[in-house]
């Protein structure tokens, strides 16, 4: 079975602080594939990030970076010097092996950015 | 490029009513289309996926069944809403590769059930 793990429930941080967002998952599989999607008051996801099991280079967008570990099961996202656009839901989701089935997400952490 | 789209936004039904929301794709074909719900607060679960039409799996027993008429179209039906079918509905496609490509969400269904 899959799981993914975000243990932070809420983080509320002030404007131009840095901030990680915490993703811990379990999968038997060798292949897998790990997302962060955000969601804003509206509702939609938006996809921010996909990395395969292969690929452990950390990745850097603009002010979003992502820390992806497989020795601790770990895919991080710190957002550096943080807007309170960025305020919202972010979760992190886990698929894995072939096939065309859904994503496992975490429960999602919700950002905080006061002014 | 890709679009897809929820409608209706939202829904308002009494229990025990019928149910359809819709999802449609455009500027893809054959994507491989999800239905997921999110329950008050959060958590995304899993509903139905289909890589085909008429192709649909369903991941837990429910109050809901799922169709697929044509290849960018996806459907959620239930014959009689229960209190609990209450939730944010989001449809989501990907590419129908056989690899895990990138699912990418619609706007959603907030339903109501009173």
């Known amino acids: 079975a899959q799981k993914v793990t975000q243990a932070q429930t809420e983080i509320s941080v002030v404007e131009k602080e840095d901030v990680t967002l915490d993703c811990v998952y379990e999968t038997r599989d060798t292949t897998y594939y790990l997302f962060w999607y955000k969601q804003p008051p509206s509702g939609e996801l938006v996809f921010l990030i996909r990395?395969?099991?292969?690929?452990?280079q950390n990745e850097i967008s603009g002010r979003y970076s992502w820390n992806f570990q497989k020795s601790t099961s770990s895919f991080n996202f710190t957002i550096t010097a943080s807007q309170v656009v960025d305020s919202a839901v972010y979760f992190c989701?886990?698929?894995?092996?072939?096939?065309?089935?859904?994503?496992?997400f975490g429960k999602g952490t919700h950002l905080i950015i006061q002014p | 490029s890709q679009t897809i789209h929820q409608w209706p936004a939202t829904l308002v039904q009494p229990v025990g009513s019928p149910l359809s929301l819709e999802c449609t794709v455009e500027?893809?074909?054959?994507?491989?289309l999800y239905w997921y719900r999110q329950a008050a607060g959060r958590g995304l679960q899993l509903l139905f996926y289909s890589v085909g039409i008429g192709q649909i799996s369903s991941e837990v027993p429910q109050n809901l069944s799922a169709s697929r008429p044509q290849d960018r179209q996806f459907i959620l039906s239930s014959k009689k809403l229960l209190l609990s079918d209450s939730g944010f509905y989001l449809c989501?496609?990907?590419?129908?590769?056989?690899?895990?490509?990138?699912?990418?969400f619609g706007p959603g269904t907030r339903l109501l059930v009173l």
């Open positions: 500027g893809t074909s054959n994507p491989n």
């Open positions: 989701a886990l698929i894995s092996g072939g096939g065309a089935d859904g994503l496992t």
């Open positions: 990395r395969n099991s292969f690929d452990e």
């Open positions: 989501a496609w990907s590419g129908g590769l056989g690899v895990r490509e990138t699912q990418y």
